[in-house]
């Protein structure tokens, strides 16, 4: 599976952006499907993800209220929706694919993603 990430770029505070990743190469639908991102200096981080009934969806604290994570399965293509950003939410971010179906509490570990995209840059000024 190769996943693509797109949508990154300069905004200011308060701005909002979408992020795309576009799977090919494997079962899209059938996969749980998440975000990370790193910031300089720091450790690669969970933000979101969902599995692959759309029903379920699991947030890292800092983003939610303000980050939405979807996904078209007939598009074979995942989405993150980011709202109200914060210079904090500087970071490259990660599109992230798994077969596993953890556990809700789980899914934020790395352990479970098979496949990882290449990161798209998210800067955002303040």
């Known amino acids: 599976v190769q996943l693509q990430a797109s949508g990154g770029g300069l905004v200011q505070a308060g701005d909002s952006l979408t992020l795309s990743c576009v799977a090919s190469?494997?079962?899209?639908?059938?996969?749980?499907v998440g975000w990370f991102r790193q910031a300089p200096g720091n450790e690669r981080e969970f933000v979101a993800a969902?599995?692959?009934?759309?029903?379920?969806?699991n947030y890292a604290h800092s983003v939610k209220g303000r980050f939405t994570i979807s996904r078209d399965n007939p598009k074979n293509t995942m989405y993150l929706r980011m709202n109200s950003l914060k210079p904090e939410d500087t970071a490259t971010y990660y599109c992230?694919?798994?077969?596993?179906?953890?556990?809700?509490?789980?899914?934020?570990?790395?352990?479970?993603?098979?496949?990882w995209g290449q990161g798209t840059l998210v800067t955002v000024s303040s």
């Open positions: 969902i599995r692959l009934t759309s029903t379920t969806t």
């Open positions: 190469g494997g079962t899209f639908s059938t996969m749980l």
């Open positions: 992230a694919a798994g077969r596993a179906n953890p556990a809700f509490g789980t899914m934020n570990l790395e352990r479970w993603y098979d496949y």
